[in-house]
C-alpha cells in the first residue's frame, strides 16, 4: 500500500504565501515524476507544476513566476511554495506521483486527498 498525504493548506489574503507539503509513505521502491494538481469548484483538474527525479520542472502559465515545486528525494516529499496568490488560485490541490514498488513492477499513479487553499480578495 502506498498512501500519498498533504498538508499547508488554509486561507491567506491575495498577495499572501503558502506552502504546501506531500509525503509518499508505504510499499515504496521508487518514485518517478511528482506533480501538484488543483481543482476548483466547478472546473475540471489542473496540473499546476510538476518535477522529475532529477529536479526538471515545468509550470502551468497560469502559475510561472509564482508558484514554485520542489522535492525531497531521501524524504519521499514533494513542496509547492506559492506566493503572490490570487483569489483565482483557489481550489483544492492535490499531490501526485509515480510510484513502484518493487524493481519488477511499473510505475502507478497515486493521488492524496487533497488539501483546501482559499485566497481572500
Known amino acids: 500500500q502506498v498512501q500519498l498525504v498533504e498538508s499547508g493548506g488554509g486561507l491567506v489574503q491575495a498577495g499572501g504565501s503558502l506552502r504546501l507539503s506531500c509525503a509518499a509513505s508505504?510499499?515504496?521502491?521508487?518514485?518517478?515524476?511528482m506533480a501538484w494538481h488543483r481543482q476548483a469548484p466547478g472546473k475540471q483538474r489542473e496540473l499546476v507544476a510538476t518535477?522529475?527525479?532529477?529536479?526538471?520542472?515545468n509550470y502551468a502559465d497560469s502559475v510561472k513566476g509564482r508558484f514554485a515545486i520542489s522535492r525531497d528525494n531521501a524524504k519521499n516529499m514533494v513542496f509547492l511554495q506559492m506566493n503572490s496568490l490570487k483569489p483565482e488560485d483557489t481550489a483544492v490541490y492535490y499531490c501526485?506521483?509515480?510510484?513502484?514498488?518493487?524493481?519488477?513492477?511499473?510505475?502507478?499513479?497515486?493521488w492524496g486527498q487533497g488539501t483546501q487553499v482559499t485566497v481572500s480578495s
Open positions: 501526485n506521483a509515480q510510484i513502484s514498488s518493487s524493481v519488477w513492477t511499473v510505475w502507478k499513479d497515486y
Open positions: 508505504g510499499n515504496i521502491f521508487s518514485i518517478n515524476t
Open positions: 518535477i522529475t527525479t532529477g529536479g526538471n520542472t
